[in-house]
């Protein structure tokens, strides 16, 4: 019995064994057959053979990634799903962000440029300000675009990681608005060569001018580098409140901008006339009309219209903004040993005068220059003399030099009496 069992075993064995070597030479012989199939078929034809049909198990599997792939679309492009249908679900949040760039509107002296410093020192990245008017197409005579993420390394000292959060501001952009002219190709070239910074790109900055290619470099992504760009669009400003005021007679207004509910009031001009900017009212058309491309106002989608500053804002500035205009003076004043100081009166009357010269914040040190400049030069020579303390009033400010003259009369210089002689 057991000679018996062992000679079965081994009769088993020799079947298995030849079992697979039949299904090896089957499957050898499939694989020849479609290598001489395809040799003998002509070029652009497929095979006569064709390829084994799946199995249930893979038909399902490939089903089941279709539906993966088209629930994934489902929760991140919009019309995939049919209008109205309700899945249930919401859209994963995911890492990948993106960034809004910045266009400020505005008249000059409005703190573009102030506000920009100060919200890169609030967040704690590096702030780059540049001027438009300086690039060109193609860098070889102004700057290049690209020499902004350089400036902007510089600033993050070296910190790659740093400079790729960085603020890009880029002020005066509608002096390079395309218009009539010879200058209309320069302007569109100006404009086209941010395009290519203001999304995702890696800019790789290299020692040397960038024409020779030499080893070595850092790269830097601008993903995330946030671009501001900041002009007064003062012909687009005008334009708007010329068809605001069309259309306000139009509808029988007869007082025009003045009575306008949307209408932002502002500055006035140096005549003396109230204005009122429409900025806050510019489409992309409008942006497009005056002068931008359609690709650069597409890649910034937050416009912000910035309103000039009133005599009220103007009077604010001097009494409540830190280091404000009339700081710097008093500093000056007080290491010639005067402790100089403002009445409410005389801060009103350098905030009407400001108003009027229509030029915003600005304003504010011309005007104060212009009334004590002269207290400058001519008061430290009375500290000898007792002199110590100047209160700028509204006297001062209306008539400076009138108010010098009785000022150095009421501390004359001390004479000296007679030389005795031997």
């Not at 057959?33 to 078929?41: F, P, Q, R, Y």
């Not at 995330?224 to 400003?237: I, K, T, Y």
């Not at 304003?363 to 303390?389: C, H, I």
């Not at 210089?413 to 031997?422: D, L, M, Q, V, Y």
Request: proline share 4%.
């Amino acid at each position: 019995a057991a000679a018996a069992a062992a000679e079965a075993e081994t009769a088993g064995a020799e079947a298995a064994e030849a079992a697979a070597a039949e299904a090896v030479a089957t499957t050898m012989e499939n694989i020849t057959k479609n290598n001489d199939a395809k040799k003998l078929a002509p070029e652009g034809e497929e095979s006569p053979l064709k390829e084994p049909t799946p199995t249930n198990k893979s038909s399902t599997s490939s089903e089941q990634s279709q539906e993966t792939a088209e629930a994934t679309l489902d929760e991140f492009v919009s019309g995939i799903i049919e209008a109205g249908a309700d899945t249930g679900k919401r859209p994963k949040r995911t890492g990948n962000y993106t960034k809004s760039n910045v266009l400020l509107l505005g008249p000059t002296g409005t703190g573009k440029t102030y506000l920009m410093r100060h919200l890169a020192d609030l967040i704690g990245v590096p702030l780059v300000k540049a001027d438009a008017t300086k690039f060109t197409e193609t860098g070889y005579v102004g700057r290049d675009a690209e020499d902004l993420i350089r400036d902007l390394l510089r600033a993050a000292d070296g910190n790659v990681q740093l400079a790729q959060y960085g603020i890009v501001y880029v002020d005066e952009i509608d002096k390079v608005c395309a218009g009539r002219g010879d200058w209309d190709g320069f302007r569109r070239g100006t404009q086209a060569t941010f395009l290519k910074l203001m999304e995702d790109t890696d800019v790789f900055l290299q020692e040397g001018p960038p024409q020779l290619k030499l080893p070595g470099g850092t790269r830097v992504s601008t993903r995330h580098v946030l671009f501001v760009f900041s002009g007064a669009f003062a012909q687009l400003d005008e334009k708007l409140r010329e068809e605001h005021a069309r259309e306000a007679k139009g509808f029988g207004f007869s007082a025009g901008l003045d009575n306008s509910k949307e209408a932002v009031p502002t500055a006035t001009s140096p005549k003396g006339v109230s204005l009122q900017s429409m900025l806050h009212k510019a489409s992309t058309q409008d942006l497009v009309k005056a002068g931008l491309e359609s690709e650069f106002v597409g890649r910034i989608p937050v416009r912000v219209a910035l309103n000039s500053l009133s005599e009220e804002d103007l009077f604010k500035v001097l009494t409540e903004a830190e280091e404000g205009a009339s700081a710097q003076l008093i500093d000056d004043f007080r290491r010639y040993g005067i402790q100089l100081s403002f009445a409410d009166s005389a801060y009103r009357a350098v905030a009407r005068r400001a108003a009027e010269e229509g030029t915003g914040a600005r304003a504010l040190v011309t005007v104060l220059e212009e009334t004590l400049r002269r207290y400058k030069f001519r008061l430290p020579s009375l500290v000898t003399r007792g002199f110590s303390a100047l209160e700028v009033t509204e006297a001062i400010v209306k008539d400076p030099q009138g108010e010098l003259e009785r000022i150095l009369s009421e501390h004359p210089p001390a004479t000296s009496g007679p030389i005795e002689r031997e």
